[in-house]
């Protein structure tokens, strides 16, 4: 199985290939890719270099473009996939079915993803996507078990990516309006969630408030591990009952389940984080290298430690092994 | 936590603000002068005022990327943009990129405020930065600079111990 490892930065980019990835992932410094944080992602100019640094090292650039157009300003979104195209990009992961349409019809030769954006977590749904715009691939959302994956790559003709480790969305990828909810700006439409412009943190008594536009997130005691500020992780009063509604500050960690994954058809394995420092890429995609090569039971030990670097300090295996509460 | 032995913090903290500033300023701009478009990745928020404050220290640093300003002041922290707190340790490792910042504010290791737009942006840029510290300060060595770096390595190393993310 690939290891697809994301890039926020060039520097990152370049961690992430000296670390033993198989694919980088990385993306404009617009709005056309869902992690469009201030600083963040490639110009042009860098994107051909850090294109031209993998090949030498034989590893594949993948290009995020996977927002959703703007009515109005669709040419956003076709001149990043126009440059990409031209840089050299191994493929696009897109979300759009209009900019799919537009690959597949003036690149019908490029390498077409699609991306968790989309959220195409059905035979049907994949089916359509691979027959009407060629798609090579499509990265599943987090909300499907082991035992889903291996039923829906048994019906499909393409290839499967899935998370395997970092930041959890536990929502239909693509679909979710919580951030729009809350700040008018999403990770569909605007590439963010959770904006950093609607983001404040203060501390309070001792403990740490993180607030989301007019809302309160959470409230973290003195010394408790925190989290992102999103509303799908916020600590909330329900019916009297204070607690997690939707789900814990919590980072996804799946590589126990290498092998079933493997066996369920399971083409390569995503770590997410572009928005995260060149150390994080270094460290996450270096352990989960060797963790692939690993027996299950060296595994453990291995990406203890990844567990210090994530949200919350905790990470959970998620929809991939649902119980029900 | 990292913290800053008290043999190495309580001379820092007695020591004239205006020799402080002098010294913190003559590393900005040497590392400036390394890192040329250091503040590049920044876009409208290098006119953004940033305040360091590392708790095991009585100081606060103000950098002002748009103006190359450095001022270090102690007591109240001075107006600005975006704070970030936490040890020396960890925030020179951040500047470096050695060190995950959301992690550590998951860890409640280090503390924001203010705006975080433009602290996120100054995260990304130092992050892409490869600023290397130990150069740096070895620069101002003379003909000792490698006894100076090979120095400054072995203090981040001991400093960043467990802290720092294994590197490649």
């Not at chain 1, 008594?205 to 989290?227: D, K, M, P, Q, W």
């Not at chain 2, 903290?13 to 205006?18: G, R, S």
């Amino acid at each position: 199985m690939e290891l697809i490892c994301p890039a926020g930065t060039p520097a990152a980019f370049r961690e992430a290939l000296e670390a033993g990835a198989d694919a980088v992932y990385c993306g404009f410094r617009d709005e056309t890719n869902a992690r469009n944080f201030p600083g963040l992602n490639f110009s042009r100019e860098e994107l051909r270099q850090s294109i031209a640094l993998a090949r030498r090292k034989n590893v594949q650039t993948f290009v995020a473009l996977n927002t959703f157009m703007r009515a109005g300003d669709e040419a956003l979104w076709y001149s990043a996939a126009d440059d990409a195209v031209a840089l050299g990009a191994d493929a696009l992961i897109l979300a759009d079915f209009g900019l799919m349409a537009y690959v597949a019809e003036r690149y019908p030769q490029q390498r077409l993803h699609v991306s968790v954006q989309a959220s195409a977590s059905n035979p049907d749904a994949i089916r359509f996507l691979v027959e009407t715009f060629n798609a090579k691939r499509v990265v599943l959302p987090r909300v499907l078990t082991v035992q889903d994956i291996a039923r829906l790559t048994s019906q499909i003709d393409c290839e499967v990516e899935i998370f395997v480790f970092g930041g959890l969305c536990v929502m239909a990828e693509g679909r979710c309006s919580l951030s729009s909810y809350a700040t008018g700006k999403s990770p569909n439409m605007n590439g963010v969630c959770s904006p950093a412009s609607h983001v404040r943190y203060r501390e309070e008594g001792g403990s740490l408030v993180s607030e989301l536009g007019a809302y309160t997130i959470n409230r973290f005691g003195s010394g408790e591990a925190s989290g992102y500020p999103t509303l799908c992780k916020g600590r909330f009063d329900v019916a009297g009952a204070e607690g997690y509604t939707f789900e814990d500050p919590v980072s996804l960690d799946v590589i126990d389940e290498i092998d079933a994954l493997r066996a369920a058809g399971v083409s390569a394995l995503k770590i997410e984080g572009r928005q995260r420092g060149r150390a994080y890429v270094a460290e996450v995609v270096s352990v989960l290298k060797k963790a692939l090569g690993a027996t299950s039971a060296e595994r453990a030990p291995l990406v203890s430690r990844l567990r210090t670097l994530s949200e919350g300090q905790r990470t959970t295996s998620g929809a991939y092994d649902k119980r029900w509460r | 936590m990292p913290h800053l032995p008290p043999l190495l913090a309580k001379p820092v903290d007695i020591a004239p603000l205006w020799l402080v500033e002098r010294v913190a300023r003559m590393i900005f701009s040497c590392v400036l002068k390394a890192h040329p478009d250091l503040f590049a990745r920044l876009g409208d928020y290098r006119e953004s005022r940033y305040c360091f404050s590392p708790s095991d220290l009585q100081l606060h640093f103000r950098v002002v990327p748009a103006t190359q300003a450095l001022s270090v002041s102690r007591g109240t922290p001075p107006p600005a943009d975006a704070h970030i707190e936490g040890p020396i340790a960890l925030l020179l490792g951040l500047l470096e990129g050695r060190c995950d910042a959301d992690a550590l504010f998951f860890s409640r290791d280090l503390s924001v405020s203010g705006d975080m737009e433009a602290m996120l942006a100054l995260r990304n840029t130092l992050d892409d930065s490869a600023i290397d510290l130990p150069r740096v300060i070895g620069s101002f060595g003379g003909p000792f600079s490698p006894v100076v770096t090979g120095f400054a390595r072995y203090i981040r190393t001991r400093v960043l111990e467990g802290r720092e993310t294994a590197w490649n």
